[in-house]
């Protein structure tokens, strides 16, 4: 029997055996290696079920093979490491990373459901694509040279939110001479110092919470602090506190549309203290980035729809005036500016060929409007 210590070092975050030796202690592994080869966005493994892969947007059975608790059990005891371990008999939810040598690295999430233990695990490549090879617009790429503000990257759960952040940390990493700090929960994508000095930090291992992660990080200094996501009021607070403060400032966040980010930001606090928020968040707001992933027509795979919102004097103005509901409007029209929305970047999409109408349908509930 291998040393589970020797198998998997949670400390760096990698594993120290091929995959091949790995299915020798569990074969619940040959099932991560299938995922990352079929280029899979998920793979489920779960207590009275077989496991599936999810493959742009379609199920995919893996095995008949129907597991079990003690099965699954048994495997999420071998790859959690011991203060994990505590939380998940405790009966929460548990997030972490891991690094299969030569295969992937994978996200993820350990939850019950009425049935049992449950597995959704994301396969995560090694290589950090760049921002123009995720499909991303000139605009976005240039905000990477900014030295200070907010910059959001909104969207749904598995729009590739990490993803776009990656690139975009490692796109100032290979250009720029900063400190740049993150917090995340787990690490998803480990970034090699180039020309940046990087810390990475994980909640639950390397500090607390992403509150008590970015009130340390004004202490550390940072010059960039990424916060893999803003979740809860004092998050958002020191986030904007810190970008008022002279740092650059990325962060993600779960919302459908630009204007809802801004929305969601704003009603976060209580109304005594939105009209404070609305100036910070006029004073310091760069860019939000909302992206959605649609399957494509052309070729095998997803492609990334965006919407752009930059923040100009006239937003800015719009924001501290408490009149958001106009910026969509503005953005329908800031093209000098670079601006579009998901509507504009989905039509052109379509006209390409790249795309067919029917699958941008199935986001017309992030969309404001139909097509």
């Not at 899979?40 to 095995?63: H, M, Q, T, Y």
């Not at 998803?188 to 340390?216: A, K, M, P």
């Not at 009021?233 to 919302?255: K, P, Q």
Request: aromatic share 6%; hydrophobic share 40%.
């Amino acid at each position: 029997m291998l040393n589970t210590d020797v198998i998997l070092k949670y400390c760096d975050l990698s594993a120290s055996l091929l995959t091949g030796e790995l299915e020798e202690v569990n074969p619940l592994f040959s099932w991560f290696k299938e995922a990352a080869s079929q280029d899979a966005s998920d793979l489920f493994l779960s207590v009275g079920e077989s496991p599936v892969l999810r493959i742009c947007g379609n199920f995919k059975k893996l095995s008949d093979q129907v597991l079990d608790h003690q099965t699954l059990e048994g495997f999420i005891r071998f790859i959690l490491p011991e203060n994990k371990i505590r939380r998940f008999l405790e009966g929460k939810d548990v997030d972490l990373g891991l690094e299969i040598k030569n295969v992937s690295r994978f996200r993820i999430n350990i939850f019950r459901h009425h049935k049992g233990l449950s597995l959704a695990v994301r396969p995560l490549p090694f290589k950090i694509l760049s921002l123009n090879e995720l499909g991303l617009p000139e605009v976005f790429v240039r905000l990477t040279s900014m030295k200070r503000g907010l910059i959001l990257i909104t969207g749904p759960a598995g729009s590739g939110k990490t993803t776009t952040l990656a690139s975009f940390v490692n796109s100032i990493n290979q250009n720029e001479e900063r400190h740049i700090i993150t917090i995340e929960d787990p690490i998803e994508y480990l970034i090699e110092n180039e020309r940046c000095l990087i810390h990475q930090r994980e909640v639950g291992w390397h500090t607390t919470s992403f509150s008590d992660g970015l009130r340390n990080a004004l202490r550390e200094s940072p010059d960039v602090i990424v916060v893999g996501e803003l979740r809860d009021l004092e998050s958002i607070s020191l986030a904007l506190r810190a970008a008022e403060t002279g740092h650059l400032v990325l962060g993600t966040l779960h919302s459908g549309t630009a204007v809802q980010a801004l929305t969601r930001l704003i009603d976060a606090f209580d109304s005594t203290r939105q009209e404070q928020v609305k100036v910070q968040l006029a004073q310091s707001l760069q860019c939000v980035c909302s992206q959605i992933l649609i399957k494509r027509k052309d070729k095998p795979g997803m492609i990334l729809a965006t919407e752009i919102l930059i923040g100009t004097l006239a937003i800015s103005n719009l924001i501290r005036q408490n009149r958001i509901h106009e910026i969509r409007g503005y953005m329908e029209t800031g093209q000098a500016e670079k601006m579009h929305t998901f509507k504009q970047s989905i039509t052109q999409l379509i006209g390409s060929g790249m795309i067919e109408k029917e699958q941008a349908t199935d986001v017309k509930d992030i969309l404001d409007s139909k097509l």
